[in-house]
DNA sequence: GTCTATAGATTGATAGAC
DNA sequence: GTCTATCAATCTATAGAC
């Protein structure tokens, strides 16, 4: 969008998309419905993007490879220091590394509230083309958790890690979805829930403090 | 089927149906599919149940009603055997009772190899009709689970223990649906896993094993 | 119960004017 | 870059013969 305070089209598309295909899903979501909201025409984003599909894989670059790299930078960050140190790093800190940034980039980055809920759909997605293109863009950096995990708890096998960290990951996309929907809740329960929202900082303590538990365990 | 050793036409539907919306999602299934694999002819699911969604509900009923007296009578074994024993009931007692049965229902009932990854992925269903569907069947078993969890962990807030049983939930999910797929396996990781398959039983004590450290923080 | 045939609606994509 | 118009494919669902 450059200098202007209006956004171009291709932009509005990205966020109407995102928001789009976050809550309804890919495959629920037309074309129709996203140039009507976006205020543009149908044949735009074939334009822009050449296809649906380019244009899911778009929703997912934007965000993810600034994402990635504070990622990448916190991951790195408790590995140096922890050398630095002459330590091993700790599960706990590599595990705060990689998900309180996951869960809080809707803060921080301003226009992304919806992008929580996408990335906690995204490896839940029936279609692996659809599912493989968030795959595609996260792997890199969960091999680096991986492994940095595996160096942090030397006592465990490969295959212990493994498991416990799909653990986490399991529950750390579940509660990513539950931001976005409550049929889930009990009925009677966390009413407060609906005035005040959820308390995000509560709610990531929780989450960390659950799954280093059972990383450690 | 009655006493017949070959499936009838409803049933077939059935098996071919669960299937498919288990690894491909229930809107990027067509009943088109389904009736064909099915030996059926197209018209067959709307005479047999009336609509797609019907059909969705029906394979969801014919395993959850079994699925679910299971794991009912385990949850009050557990309530019952303590409440004799004049203690609480303790937390991982009651995710052992409640997961173990959801996770190996695979084994104990013939055919319904393909069940786990329909429900891993159910409470991920983008479209909320589809979701609710599922969520209507399993309600009151949770229900049942969270209120014995609270009453096993007396000194927690209902929100705590509301928020720790949905990361286990999200753990438990997130298993049953990678039994499935194997794509977010590490490259040159697990390759055992291609030969021998996954061992259910460790992995069922793995997955106890970090839910419970987790609850009882 | 099973079949053919088709209605009726929606979809992603594109050609071509402006 | 944006628009209209439309194509070709797909889908669920149903009517009616057998």
Redesign the pocket.
Same mark, same amino acid.
């Given at each position: 969008m450059g200098l202007s305070n209006v956004k171009? *089209?291709?932009e509005r598309i990205l966020d109407v998309a995102e928001r789009l295909f976050a809550f309804h899903g890919f =495959?629920y *979501? %037309?074309?129709?419905?996203i140039t009507t909201e976006a205020g $543009?025409?149908? $044949? $735009?984003?074939?334009? =822009?993007f050449? %296809?649906?599909?380019a244009l899911l894989e778009e929703v997912f670059k934007r965000r993810l490879i600034p994402l990635n790299t504070i990622r990448r930078e916190k991951l790195e960050a408790v590995r140096d220091r922890a050398a630095k140190e002459e330590r091993l790093p700790r599960p706990d800190e590599l595990l705060r590394a990689f998900i309180e940034p996951t869960i809080r980039f809707c803060c921080l980055e301003p226009g992304s509230e919806h992008f929580s809920t996408l990335v906690g759909r995204a490896l839940a997605e029936p279609d692996s083309t659809v599912r493989n293109i968030f795959i595609q863009h996260i792997m890199p950096l969960f091999s680096l958790l991986f492994e940095l995990l595996q160096s942090a708890l030397p006592d465990l096998d490969r295959n212990t890690v493994f498991w416990r960290l799909q653990f986490a990951m399991g529950s750390t996309t579940h509660v990513m979805r539950m931001l976005g929907k409550r049929e889930l809740l009990p009925p009677g329960l966390v009413r407060e829930m609906e005035s005040g929202g959820v308390d995000l900082d509560i709610l990531v303590e929780n989450l960390l403090g659950f799954v280093t538990a059972g990383m450690e365990l």
């Open positions: 171009d *089209t291709r =495959h *979501t %037309s074309l129709r419905r $543009a025409n149908l $044949a $735009a984003v074939n334009y =822009h050449g %296809s649906k599909e």
